[in-house]
């Protein structure tokens, strides 16, 4: 018996390979399995495996459209400074943090930030104004896996190398996959109006593959942990 396949051999191996067929989306269907057991994970485990942070140096913050943010430091001072943990912020309360007449000034020692979303793409500021001479942010962030990724060849190594997850998830990968593959299939055997019975039988299969894909999930999500996305 082969070791060590490719998330499409996983696949082929719980729902047969004439998925890669009658999903003509599949590979869309697979990104989108690994950014959901992705937002059912930890941040703390996701930081485990992240790569590195995005380094601030200015007060025009940085970019994070497409990525779910996991942790956002600023150093208190140009010298000898200590990490300090920023505080998220919505929209409004955030002016407040910026206003040096509020009650609600944040200062070196309680940083804060803010996702701002009014232009086409998110960016996240920090306040204090990050400064390149020691006072220096950093955004651990989770990149989601785009449309335009193949990730059809990928394996646990890869998932693990490339994709800042742990290697040990590509199982629940492969059946969220199968279930996200198998129910396009129902959807367009439904408009077609093909075989009822066997439409039963892979409903039936979808089930059984999610109770395994949730018992699989329950490895890594602790049971008081509610999924969360960006």
Known sequence: MA????????????IGEQHSTDAVYSTDLINAAINE????LPKELLMKY???????TSGTGASIEGKKVLKVIRVDANSGGIERECKELGRTEYAQARDSGSIHYATV???????????????LDIFPDCNGSGQEGNIW????????EDTVAMTAALLSSSYFLPSELIHAIALKSSVNIL????SNQIQDEEDSEMLQMIQAQVQLLEKDYGTEMQRFVPQTEKP???
């Open 109 to 123: 020692f309680s940083p804060v930030y803010n996702i701002d979303s009014m232009n086409t793409a998110s960016n």
């Open 183 to 186: 129910k396009a299939y129902i």
């Open 141 to 148: 962030t989770f990149s989601y896996i785009p449309d335009t």
């Open 3 to 14: 070791q060590g396949g490719t998330i499409t051999h996983r696949i082929t191996d719980l």
């Open 228 to 230: 969360q996305g960006e």
């Open 50 to 56: 992240s790569s590195s942070p995005t380094a601030v």
């Open 37 to 40: 057991v992705a937002d059912m």
